[in-house]
């Protein structure tokens, strides 16, 4: 084997030049002359693909012009677009009109605008009277073809019309203001062009993800997490509420048919020993018979309708904290310096900062301090296990890399750190109670006490004690009262999820968090212990419906302040009240200035237009929910307005 790899052979190969040069090679060279031209091949063909990247996007953006461009199509669809615009051009109304007699819709848009279901991408710059590329005239936006057409694929103009999504009066074919539904008696305009997707919502109310509507899918996003369903109802949020309304009453309304079932399947039993024949003890004894049948059905469809209930309430949220338990987790002295400006504490929070708190003076200032009072007064009176200090580097680790800062943030202004979703944690130490965070971390949705919806009130040890039974609480084998058998809320109605962290991983957690910051100088703050205080903070919570985003005792079963909002944008015009800027409305003034006293040009592209319309009022009042209160003498309606800066 040796003297045949040292035994040389003849080998032709080409030099640099391409000419073949005979060279005489042993093994070992001619391995390495193999692995030396292996290595250079992947070189060049590397090389090769990187210098065929940019020609072969340059080829795949001109196969998609030749496309799309009509002087690039086929001879036979070159003569079939001109004769269908030239020969058989079709110039009556019938012709270009949309009858849909299943859903009643006649619609004649395409009458002037020709151009939308065209296959080739038509601007109307391309059909500008002095050539393509130069400015367009009015008529230029007759030939405009749709910018989607992936979405005339889904709604197909000859099922659903145009007027269905877009708005305006399908019908009218007389004069733009008209057909576009401008006329100030018609109830559906079109909607403006940024507004477009507004008319998915007509049908894809209860689709949270919108295919194709980037902006609406973003509004809703929106509504869902700067706090918007505490106070008002819409469709496809928070369906877990109305559920289990339904849940609970079709319960009480069969308990009551049980009731009422047993008391006459009683009185037929009762009946039946006085009969005066055998046919009549048979049918009455039937029929109770039927009735207790009938009450064993009942029975087991308020099983089903309890283990409903039972995982409707593991899916309701709050959009705020749970308030029962202020005492066991803030520092008293804290309450009252939040409840005056929630912004100044913590910017961009969900929590509004109510005027009357923060500008009303003296009044205002009671106000403040009987909501703090009812508050403190009215949560659990307790205290969490003592919990000694943890390890506050490990902690830090923990915190940015177990997903925390998915949701939560760190640091302020440029510094800061994390997502929006959810509490800014930089100074959490000003506020809470470190025993409190720990448990918190642990375990977001342990619950302080159990609450029992039937009695209204939360349970305590000495109700399970009454029945003999443990003071255990949660989703599986401890869920129902003691008292009455009813499905308990278990758990705190947080979004936070239980990370399933070590008592020790949470302790250290904790501990980084109260590192960041510290208490400030506390204030006197013995008002919160006035029970009359609390009284008059009593009416005030329920004025201001804190109750829609917090859970507060003696308000479990409050419901929003707020008009539902699923059908606000259809509201007619005469019923949505612009008070005192009805005429700046008409004029077109702009009225909304900015946290530095400039105005707030809302249209800054259009002079003076008129905004006495829908979008007009609600662009308006998102940025100023107070402006349609400022016509009212009312004094519950004007303490009930709120500066929603947040939502700005």
Same mark, same amino acid.
């Given at each position: 084997m040796k003297s045949k790899q040292a035994e040389k052979v003849t080998v032709d190969l080409p030099d640099d030049t391409g000419k073949i040069s005979r060279q005489r090679m042993d093994y070992q060279q001619l391995g390495k002359t193999f692995n030396d031209l292996r290595e250079e091949k992947a070189k060049v063909q590397g090389e090769k693909a990187e210098l065929l990247k940019e020609p072969s996007e340059l080829a795949k953006k001109r196969d998609e012009y030749l496309k799309n461009h009509v002087s690039l199509l086929p001879k036979k669809s070159i003569e079939d677009l001109i004769k269908k615009n030239e020969d058989d051009f079709d110039y009556t109304i019938l012709g270009h009109q949309v009858n849909v007699m299943e859903y009643k819709i006649v619609d004649r848009c395409e009458i002037c605008h020709l151009g939308t279901r065209e296959p080739l991408p038509i601007k109307a710059s391309d059909m500008a009277p002095n050539g393509p590329g130069r400015k367009p005239d009015e008529l230029a936006q007759a030939f405009v073809s749709h910018p989607r057409k992936e979405l005339l694929q889904i709604h197909k103009p000859d099922k659903f019309g145009c007027a269905a999504c877009h708005?305006?009066? &399908?019908?009218?074919?007389?004069?733009?203001? $008209?057909?576009?539904?401008?006329?100030p008696f018609w109830l559906h305009p079109l909607f403006p062009k940024e507004n477009t997707e507004a008319g998915c919502q007509m049908c894809h109310a209860n689709d949270r993800v919108t295919q194709g509507a980037d902006t609406l899918n973003l509004a809703k996003d929106l509504f869902y997490q700067r706090g918007c369903v505490g106070c008002h109802r819409m469709e496809a949020f928070d369906r877990e509420a109305d559920? =289990?309304?339904?849940? /609970?009453?079709?319960?009480?309304?069969?308990?009551?048919?049980?009731?009422?079932?047993d008391r006459q399947s009683r009185l037929s039993t009762e009946a039946s020993a006085n009969a005066s024949n055998d046919a009549d003890v048979q049918k009455l004894l039937a029929d109770a018979e039927s009735l207790r049948i009938q009450n064993s059905l009942l029975a087991a469809r308020i099983d089903e309708l309890s283990l409903q209930t039972r995982y409707l309430q593991q899916d309701q949220k709050k959009v705020g904290p749970n308030l029962k338990d202020v005492r066991l987790k803030l520092r008293k002295e804290w309450v009252p310096l939040w409840l005056r400006d929630p912004q100044a504490f913590r910017p961009g929070t969900k929590m509004?900062? @109510?005027?009357? @708190?923060?500008?009303? &003076?003296?009044?205002?200032? %009671?106000?403040?301090k009987g909501v703090a009072a009812y508050l403190w007064q009215n949560s659990f009176d307790g205290k969490v296990p003592a919990q000694s200090k943890g390890d506050q580097t490990h902690g830090k680790e923990l915190f940015?890399?177990?997903?925390?800062?998915?949701?939560?943030?760190? &640091?302020?202004?440029?510094?800061?750190? &994390?997502?929006? @979703?959810?509490?800014?944690l930089s100074r959490v130490a000003e506020k809470s109670n470190y025993d409190?965070?720990?448990?918190?971390?642990?375990?977001?949705?342990?619950?302080?006490? +159990?609450?029992?919806? $039937?009695?209204? /009130?939360?349970?305590?040890?000495?109700?399970?004690? %009454?029945?003999?039974? +443990?003071?255990?609480?949660?989703?599986? =084998?401890? !869920?129902?009262? +003691?008292?009455?058998?009813?499905?308990?809320?278990?758990?705190?109605?947080?979004?936070? +999820?239980?990370? /399933?962290? !070590?008592?020790?991983?949470?302790?250290?957690?904790?501990t980084y968090l109260f590192s960041l910051s510290a208490p400030p100088a506390s204030e006197d703050v013995s008002y919160m212990d006035d029970p009359q205080l609390a009284e008059d903070g009593k009416a005030e919570i $329920?004025?201001?419906?804190?109750?829609?985003?917090?859970?507060?005792?003696g308000f479990e079963e409050e419901q929003r302040i707020g008009k539902e909002l699923t059908t606000e944008g259809s509201t007619p015009l005469e019923r949505l009240d612009f008070a005192l800027l009805t005429q700046d409305a008409e004029y077109g003034r702009e009225v909304i200035k900015d946290a530095d006293g400039k105005t707030v040009k809302l249209h800054p592209k259009e002079k003076e237009k008129e905004w006495y319309n829908h979008r007009g009022f609600l662009s308006t009042s998102w940025l100023t929910p107070e402006f349609t209160i400022a016509e009212s003498s009312n004094t519950s309606i004007r303490r009930n307005a709120c500066a929603c800066r947040s939502l700005s």
């Open positions: 708005g305006g009066n &399908g019908r009218a074919t007389t004069s733009v203001v $008209k057909a576009h539904g401008e006329n559920a =289990l309304t339904n849940a /609970r009453q079709q319960i009480s309304q069969l308990q009551e048919q049980i009731v009422a079932n509004p900062t @109510f005027w009357r @708190f923060h500008v009303d &003076g003296q009044e205002g200032e %009671k106000d403040l940015e890399t177990r997903g925390c800062l998915a949701c939560h943030s760190i &640091g302020e202004d440029t510094s800061k750190l &994390g997502g929006t @979703f959810a509490a800014n409190y965070i720990v448990r918190w971390i642990y375990n977001p949705r342990e619950r302080w006490a +159990p609450y029992c919806p $039937k009695e209204h /009130r939360d349970l305590t040890p000495e109700d399970y004690a %009454k029945h003999n039974r +443990p003071y255990l609480f949660d989703n599986e =084998l401890h !869920s129902t009262c +003691p008292n009455d058998g009813a499905e308990l809320q278990v758990q705190n109605m947080t979004v936070m +999820p239980n990370l /399933r962290l !070590s008592e020790q991983d949470s302790r250290d957690i904790a $329920k004025q201001y419906g804190c109750a829609g985003c917090h859970e507060i005792k």
